[in-house]
């Protein structure tokens, strides 16, 4: 009889990690989940479109414990490990408790000591962020689209954003050494701005999204509203990081995004005319907003995949999803306010971000801010 491959998702409750934990078992894996639900979901309370059926849950273990519990008994011994455990979250987060987010410096650094071990994993799959560019780069006066050459560990590599975007950098060193000092097969992905139906409202997208949905008006979006960010579905995510594991040599590095820069308040006026909503759109200055630019450069990744769903789809998939949750339900639908009251109502014909296109948008897109 064949053994079934067995994959390993640290953080795997949280809104990036049930999407590869189904993925995987649809792909032929039993899957070990290791989350301490501080940020996620118990598998139980999972809801489409990540939620498991009762024969694929056959095909899942969970361990609800911190990483670095588990790496002190258990064995790396994975045909794939997808790391994802971390302190993360929002804008509000990154900036509010900045020591706090430095925790993942020390799963990180245990996360690497384990996977050297004997016997080491077949493949692990590293998730850094967007968070880990020079924020030089990300200014009104000086951005560009960022690409994976613009951090070089041997030079100047310039300041990431706050601590989180310290801890990745710090990741993507340990996992460099693993891979050059150890033979680790290891690859790199720096996600931009994931978002997805059931994302948690301390992220902007189901935010805006819903404030939108409400007919609120006017309708706010925080800091400048000016500050542009590179928005992927979640869904294009795990299937480009899948496309890339199978090319890419260990030690690679690579963006996961869609190129196309689109500012908040564009992301408003979209989600207005994807909604059926005509409200005036204003700033909140008074609320964080982080760099002003955050595009990737993502030729290297579109050689590989091109993302599937639009940022007009995307909008209305995150509408309908949230239209559908239960009144009362618990903070990772509603933020902890207890009061969604997204009705459904018939959604416009899809309209492109006018933002501009590069070949993806008709087409867009873990956590980035």
Not at 56 to 79: L, W
Not at 278 to 284: K, L, P, T, Y
Request: net charge negative; proline share 6%; hydrophobic share 40%.
């Amino acid at each position: 009889m064949e053994m079934k491959k067995k994959a390993l998702v640290t953080g795997g409750c949280g809104f990036v990690g049930r999407r590869y934990v189904k993925q995987l078992i649809e792909r032929g894996y039993h899957v070990t989940i290791v989350d301490d639900l501080s940020t996620g979901l118990p598998p139980r309370a999972w809801r489409a479109p990540s939620a498991l059926s009762d024969r694929q849950a056959r095909h899942m273990t969970f361990h609800q414990c911190d990483f670095r519990e588990y790496a002190r008994e258990a064995s790396p011994e994975f045909d794939l490990i997808v790391h994802l455990a971390a302190v993360v979250g929002g804008r509000m987060t990154i900036e509010g408790d900045p020591l706090a987010v430095a925790t993942d410096l020390a799963i990180d650094a245990t996360f690497f000591n384990w996977v050297v071990r004997s016997p080491r994993p077949e493949q692990v799959l590293y998730f850094s962020s967007s968070a880990a560019y020079p924020i030089h780069l990300q200014t009104p006066e000086n951005h560009r689209p960022l690409s994976e050459d613009m951090i070089v560990f041997d030079e100047n590599m310039g300041v990431p954003d706050m601590t989180y975007g310290w801890s990745k950098l710090t990741g993507e060193f340990l996992a460099r050494f693993a891979a050059r000092d150890y033979d680790l097969n290891v690859i790199t992905f720096r996600p931009f701005s994931g978002y997805g139906e059931d994302q948690a409202f301390t992220y902007p997208f189901p935010s805006v999204i819903r404030r939108v949905a409400r007919k609120e008006s006017p309708i706010v979006v925080w800091g400048s509203g000016r500050q542009m960010r590179d928005f992927i579905h979640i869904d294009d995510v795990v299937e480009a990081t899948f496309a890339a594991a199978e090319r890419l040599q260990p030690g690679d590095v690579i963006n996961l995004g869609s190129g196309v820069g689109t500012t908040f308040v564009e992301l408003a006026k979209l989600a207005s005319d994807v909604l059926g909503h005509d409200a005036e759109i204003v700033n909140d200055s008074s609320k964080p907003e982080g760099v002003f630019a955050r595009v990737g450069d993502c030729r290297r990744m579109l050689e590989l995949y091109e993302p599937k769903i639009s940022l007009s789809e995307g909008i209305e998939r995150v509408y309908r999803y949230q239209a559908a949750l239960p009144l009362n339900t618990n903070r990772h639908a509603t933020n902890g306010t207890g009061d969604q009251d997204v009705k459904a109502r018939p959604v416009r014909a899809s309209v492109e971000a006018r933002s501009g296109t590069n070949g993806v948008e008709a087409m867009a897109k873990k956590p980035s801010s």
